[in-house]
């Protein structure tokens, strides 16, 4: 039976038990292995936030042309967007925190993607899937938006016309770095 993990009066040192070796780490590199074999973890409480947040990803189940249909195939058996703890596509934005912009985005279709957008909760965050939805591609013309970076923040950009799987997946990838990367505003104010 594995002890229950404990934090020091510095809030600093994590046991995690003398079984913690048989604990499964796939984003972990060989010396933090090592340190859960000899049941000692240092680490910080930013760390630990951004690892919960990049491993737990939801995209708004959301698609606007032909660029939904390869984010479509990227959830799917062959390319396996669960892997990246990323496949849970919510149909409601309060339970999403990733917003795929695949495909071309109308004037008319604007306001509807920057209220799904308001709506989800915050940390959220954006990847611009196609050349369509990062720049308006072939369209070229008033009644698609040049970008959708002029209306919600964009975090990610993916190229092509269509990206295939693996291209999401790099920006998904891409993304969780960036997340992991990120600095949680100072608690002292
Ligand atoms: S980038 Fe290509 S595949 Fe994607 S929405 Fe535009 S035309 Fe369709």
Known sequence: MTDAPSLS?????????????????????EGERAAVQSGIITTSLEKVINWGRYSSLWPALFGLACCAIEMMGTGAARFDMARFGCEVFRASPRQADVMIVSGRVSQKMAPVLRQIYDQMPEPKW????????????MFNNYAIIQGVDKV??????????????????????????????????SWRG
């Not at 809030?11 to 972990?28: I, W, Y």
């Not at 954006?126 to 591609?137: E, R, Y």
């Not at 964009?154 to 990367?181: T, W, Y």
């Open 152 to 185: 919600v923040p964009v975090d990610v950009f993916i190229p092509g016309c269509p990206p295939r799987p693996e291209a999401l997946l790099d920006a998904v990838v891409k993304l969780q770095q960036k997340i992991a990367a990120s600095h949680l505003p």
């Open 9 to 29: 009066s510095s809030g600093r040192l994590l046991s995690v038990g003398a079984d913690a070796g048989a604990l499964p780490l796939p984003r972990v590199g």
């Open 126 to 137: 954006v990847i611009s899937m196609g050349a369509c939805a990062s720049s308006g591609g």
